[in-house]
Each structure stands twice: as structure tokens, then as C-alpha cells.
């Protein structure tokens, strides 16, 4: 069976699964409804532009076969182990066009498909059960969720839970961050329903609710931040915190923190510090379709240090991409991360960020069909092909070896058009 008739198949499984009206009533909020039920199911985002172009909402061409990592998700929600799993277990079905509506189907034919649907569904329930670690013995039964959304710092949030049923005392909430050192993982009372949890550092967070060293749930928070926010660290302080945390950080339409300005925080400007600048918000665009832009150098004269690292980081909902220059001659410290796929300039050849950034630099990374491209200075110097989506983008970290200076961020949408801007 081919692949444009499978997917057929595997959207009418979607449609069944879910019970609700027909495809082609099925409004914007629906379409996020359902990208966020896949993303619950399979850890896999999907945009809404890609389901709406399945589901025949946008017309994209005659038959559209989307990448594996969307076929993958789909699989996984209507209960398989991925989409390999799903074309064999539909390998020897009728091979004839899967049918475009359900009541088209002759009564007895519908009976069977149906059966057959269900019986996956259910298989597919019980695999995603063992998954959770939702044993047979009931020892992991529990509740997890929050009803808060993001908000900017500082912004307490409340956890619900129910962990009276789970046999084991060892219950916890791990905010999955070191900012906090030996705070990060807080034990729960099983006598209670409610954590409350304040954010001070804007970011994106996976909490988990761990039980004797099994994730049984996690659940992401987006903390905001209303700017571009600054923080400096050096080996003293080594972590981002509200003492080393500056907003004055724009002068003369740059963004940047002068060797002053960190000594003023208590840093040793003599020794090795680090610069973060950080905006996290939603930029309400996938990072796997963008254009990231920004123009910047790492100087001596600005107050960098040796090899003057200069790293970028794309904070996805499912993945990061972070990229580190450093001078020319240092890419023995450069690295390279996108999605599921890493470099490290200790052992692989990454050359090609070694470069000359002392001196003002113009960076492009451009994300389409699951391939990364980077432009130093307009010119292509690397590619990648990665298979874990990023998601939507939630957040952009600059972060310079001493003060380095940027001119200005910006984005563009899978059309080129600008979305986001910032000239400082």
C-alpha cells in the first residue's frame, strides 16, 4: 500500500479517534485543540498550518505526504509505536483507496475498519499506559496538571496533584533547572493537593512528577520575560539569579553590558565572567520554518575574553538549537547543537565557527523541511538535517565569553516575512 493511501487511513483513524464533526467544519481552534491532544500523546509538535494542509483545510497540492516525524505523531496518537509500525500493521489491509468519508463505507466493510480501529486504539492505549509506568498494581495512580499560563517574573504558579493512591513516599517536583542549586526538586505531601511555585528566572520548564526516580508526568511552564533581560555570571556566581540580574542593558542602540556595569554586580572582570541575554515570550512561530538574524561582536574593546565565545540558542517547545562561535583558531570550543542532533568542537570538526568576530558579524540561521542552514557574514558555512521538531519557538538566549555587543535580532516567518525586530 502506498504511502499518500496510508495516510488516508491514518487521518480517518485520527477523525474516529477523536468524535467530533466533520474535518471540514473544523474551525482554527479546533486545529490547535487537536496539534496540542498529538503533542500530549507523542512529545511531537506539529503546526497547525501542517494539520490544516492534511485535513485538506489549506490546499497544498494533489496529495500531500508529509515528513516522517509528522507521520510519526500521527501514529502515535491513534496508538501506534511510530509510523513504520502503523504501514505494516496496515501492510495487508484492502488495497484499495482508503475511503474520504465514513459513510461512504458499506455497512458491513465500516463494521470491520471500525473494529480493526478500535482494536489498535486500544492496543495503542495500553502501550502508552506501560509507558507512563501506570502499572497493573495501580502503585503509580495519580493526578498532575496546572490551569496557569505563562506570565511575566515573578509569577507563582499552583500545581495540582493527587498522589494519596502511589505506595511509594519518595514523590517529588523537579523543576528540571539548576538555577536554585539544591533547591531544583521538592518533595510533596501526600496529604495535600497543591504546590505552589514562584519563578524568578524567565524561561521555558519542564516539571515533572517524579516517584521513586520515574518520570510519571511532565508538564511545561513559560515563564516570561517583558524585555530582554541580562545576567551576568562568573565562577563565584555561576548561575542566574536576581544579584546578578541587570534590565539596564541597552546603550546607543546596542544591546549590551559594559565590564563596569559587571563589576558592579560583584564581578570579577579580571577573571573569566559570562553575559546572557535573554528574551522569553511567544513569538507565536515554529522554529522548525524561520529565519533567525543577528548582527554582533565580541571585542577585546568591548570587554571579551579569550576566544571570545559567542553562542545563540533557539528555545523550542520540544528542542533547542544552540550554536557557539569563538575566534578564529578555537573551535576546539565551539559547539553545535540542533534538535537531536550535536556536535562538540573537542571531538568534531567545527571549523567553520571559528571566525573572525572581533569585528561586527552578521549571523543567519534559516529552518525549513526539518534542514538547518548557517550563514556567517551571507555566506553558507554549515548544514544540518535534524529529525526531533523544535516547536514553537519560546525564547532566544545571546551569550557572550565577557561583554559582547549586539546591534540588532531579528525574525523572519517561513514566507520571509519580518515577524519580530529589534534595533535596541
Known sequence: MDEVRLIKICLQLVTQKLEWRVSNEWTDFDYKKLRQLIFDASGINISTHTLKRLFGKIQYKKEYNPQLATKNALSIFIGYKNWEDFSKAHHNLNRESAPKEKKKLPGKKLLIFGSIGILFILVGSLVTVYRQHIKSNKKYNFTFYTEK???????????????????????FLDFGYSILSDKQRFSLDKTRNNFNHCFQIPGWYKV?????????????????????????TDNVNPNPWLDNMLTD?????????????????GIDTTS?????????????????????????RNSSEDGGLTCYDSQFELIGENKRATITFVEEGCYRYANFVFSDVKKMGEYDDLSAFSQEITQWSTLKIKVADMNSEILFNDKTIYHCQYNTPLGNLKGILLMF?????VDYV?????????VYSDDF
Not at 506570565?151 to 493512591?165: A, N
Not at 565569553?401 to 555587543?405: A, V
Not at 531579528?410 to 519580518?418: A, D
Request: glycine share 2%.
Open 410 to 418: 531579528r525574525l523572519y516567518n517561513r514566507n520571509n516575512e519580518l
Open 149 to 171: 499560563k505563562a506570565e511575566s517574573i515573578p509569577f507563582t504558579i499552583p500545581y495540582h496533584y493527587d498522589i494519596s493512591k502511589l505506595k511509594t513516599d519518595k514523590v
Open 249 to 265: 542593558n541597552k546603550q546607543n542602540g546596542f544591546l549590551r553590558i559594559t565590564p563596569r556595569q559587571a563589576f558592579t554586580c
Open 272 to 296: 573569566t565572567y559570562r553575559v546572557t541575554h535573554m528574551l522569553i515570550k511567544e513569538f507565536e512561530i515554529p522554529a522548525d520554518e524561520l529565519t533567525f538574524e543577528v548582527r554582533f
Open 401 to 405: 565569553k565577557g561583554s559582547g555587543t
Open 208 to 232: 515533572s512528577l517524579i516517584a521513586d526516580e520515574d518520570t510519571l508526568k511532565s508538564i511545561y511552564t513559560h515563564v516570561l520575560s517583558d524585555d530582554w533581560v541580562t545576567y551576568i
